[in-house]
């Protein structure tokens, strides 16, 4: 069973940076895609970008030029690096995890523009 958990939340003004952590445990596959994925009040959960065990990377629209995802496959752990935040990036962010198994989410963590 894997587990994963997210850290780096927080509140931000527009126009700053924030760096979403999130590491899974438990009995992970080498072959996997890990990505973020997030959830606004009162709409339904998007993808924001997501990286597979092998590199490559999809990101949604709206994040393009302004997140970056990247991952430490020896800790297979996942980071989000969020710049020039807007205040439509507010959220509660969620990772997930995918091998061949049931994907597995996290609990999410608050992203929250306090301009």
């Known amino acids: 069973q894997v587990q994963v958990v997210e850290s780096g939340g927080g509140l931000v003004q527009a126009g700053g940076s924030l760096r979403l952590s999130c590491a899974a445990s438990?009995?992970?596959?080498?072959?996997?895609?890990m990505g973020w994925y997030r959830q606004a009040p009162g709409r339904q959960r998007e993808l924001v970008a997501t990286q597979t065990s092998g590199g490559t990377t999809n990101y949604a629209d709206s994040v393009k030029g302004r997140f970056t995802i990247s991952r430490d496959n020896a800790k297979n752990t996942v980071y989000l690096q969020m710049n020039s935040l807007k205040p439509e990036d507010t959220a509660v962010y969620y990772c997930?995890?995918?091998?061949?198994?049931?994907?597995?989410w996290g609990q999410g963590t608050h992203v929250t523009d306090s301009s």
């Open positions: 997930r995890y995918t091998d061949s198994r049931n994907p597995v």
């Open positions: 438990g009995s992970w596959s080498t072959i996997n895609t």
